[in-house]
């Protein structure tokens, strides 16, 4: 496939995020990479749009490349896409991405803009990559990468855009019907746990929850959670927090890492109630902090059914979005039934969802999760006293990651610091302190050719 990289970075080939993007064209000697540093040179893409106009008409994949500035992209970014609006280019229907590198401090609202303005350009948007400045320096950003990118090239050959553009769509409600019936095809051994509180009045969502069962292919079981016979709400009392175990005896406890928890996969089905969905769902949301603040179910891949006006939702949306990024979870697609296209969204989360299980799929957590598990690991450390079952999970999985640890590494900093302070060494290392921050980056890819 022919993709090209858009590099909103300003320092262009020294930019950090664009080393990820240089590492992949490395691995993936199949697909054709073009480089278009827009950042560095806007000024004369300003007076010089046309030249690249068949760049951008004549490839597949567009990758947006930038670092996070100040909870968006840079500006030379910024005023490359109103160019491209400005000037008519023809991409629509070509799929579109991103990556971009920080340390997670609103890259959320980064990514939904870059997000936002592709489907204005009626682009076929993937969600992105949302990296660690250094993550490309160490094996698991490494695949993170790779992984990403397989995911990208599976998204575009089979046609998996996660978003278009709904402001072109005639929004109703209408009442989703079954296109399909039981065939009998979905028979292979993995535990898919769809986990509901369809209503037996709620005919679109059980039409939906249905179609999906009869399309996906691995075995899926259905648990109600309206029928589950909860002794009360949460009661905020923190037994649980010493024991791991509920103060209620109604079993709950048990029947969530037994029966829910153990799945390979989970798709929550549900309607749009006051803006989230009935009570139902909320008392056993609750009810699960009997596991604390412990992310059991990390890396296990997740989905959605619901069914109401979710393009509207914008706080729910940001709801669906952060569970998964604190949980660790994967999330793949929501399907939703606002519009007469609900049966390709369920299409679309049986692939995407099967795609994830059998590869393992993980990203990298954005700012929802980076900073959600900060505020958590605080937390818990300065309460271990009381939250023992939490403090033993967060010192068994590495979570206690505070800065001051690093020892080594501020003093490496201390001491670049000191240096850059004298003046002799300023002008010395004037024009090539870029060249050092790429160093280990240039390595990695330098080696990327290896793994071939």
Wanted: aromatic fraction near 12%; include cysteine.
């Amino acid at each position: 496939m022919k993709i090209l990289v858009i590099n909103g970075s300003p320092k262009g080939n020294n930019s950090i995020t664009l080393q990820t993007l240089l590492f992949l064209e490395k691995l993936f000697i199949e697909h054709q990479f073009t480089f278009l540093n827009v950042g560095q040179k806007i000024k004369h893409y300003e007076k010089n749009f046309d030249e690249i106009k068949e760049e951008l008409e004549n490839t597949d994949i567009i990758i947006f490349s930038y670092p996070v500035y100040t909870f968006l992209v840079p500006y030379q970014l910024y005023r490359f896409i109103e160019l491209l609006k400005e000037n008519n280019v023809n991409i629509k229907n070509k799929f579109a991405t991103q990556v971009s590198t920080s340390k997670h401090f609103y890259d959320i609202t980064a990514h939904k803009f870059v997000e936002e303005n592709c489907l204005d350009l009626g682009l076929k948007y993937i969600k992105g990559l949302s990296a660690d400045m250094e993550d490309l320096i160490e094996k698991k950003g490494q695949d993170d990468a790779i992984n990403f990118f397989n995911y990208l090239i599976f998204c575009a050959e089979n046609n998996l855009n996660i978003k278009e553009n709904a402001n072109n769509k005639k929004i109703e409600k209408i009442v989703y019907k079954r296109k399909t019936e039981d065939n009998g095809a979905n028979n292979k051994e993995k535990d898919i746990l769809i986990l509901t509180n369809c209503s037996d009045k709620d005919e679109s969502l059980r039409n939906m929850i249905e179609d999906f069962k009869s399309i996906f292919p691995y075995k899926t079981r259905e648990i109600n959670i309206r029928d589950y016979k909860f002794h009360g709400g949460c009661l905020g009392c923190f037994g649980c927090a010493i024991t791991g175990k509920c103060v209620y005896k109604d079993g709950f406890d048990d029947f969530l890492r037994k029966d829910i928890q153990t799945a390979d996969a989970i798709i929550y089905a549900f309607s749009i109630e006051n803006h989230y969905t009935h009570s139902s769902f909320k008392l056993y949301e609750d009810r699960q902090f009997c596991n604390g603040h412990r992310m059991v179910t990390e890396g296990m891949p997740v989905g959605y059914i619901i069914s109401g006006d979710y393009d509207k939702e914008y706080n729910l949306q940001t709801l669906v979005e952060s569970r998964c990024e604190v949980g660790g979870n994967f999330l793949t697609h929501v399907a939703n039934d606002c519009n007469r296209d609900a049966y390709d969204e369920l299409l679309k989360l049986s692939s995407i969802m099967k795609y994830a299980i059998d590869n393992k799929c993980t990203r990298p957590k954005n700012f929802y999760g980076v900073g959600g598990m900060k505020i958590f690991r605080d937390l818990i450390y300065v309460m271990q006293g009381l939250m023992k079952e939490d403090h033993k999970y967060y010192k068994k999985h590495n979570v206690y990651d505070f800065p001051q640890k690093q020892r080594m590494k501020m003093l490496q900093i201390k001491l670049v610091g000191a240096l850059i302070s004298i003046p002799s060494m300023q002008s010395k290392m004037k024009n090539k302190m870029n060249e050092y921050i790429l160093m280990p980056y240039k390595k990695i890819i330098d080696n990327a050719s290896k793994k071939n």
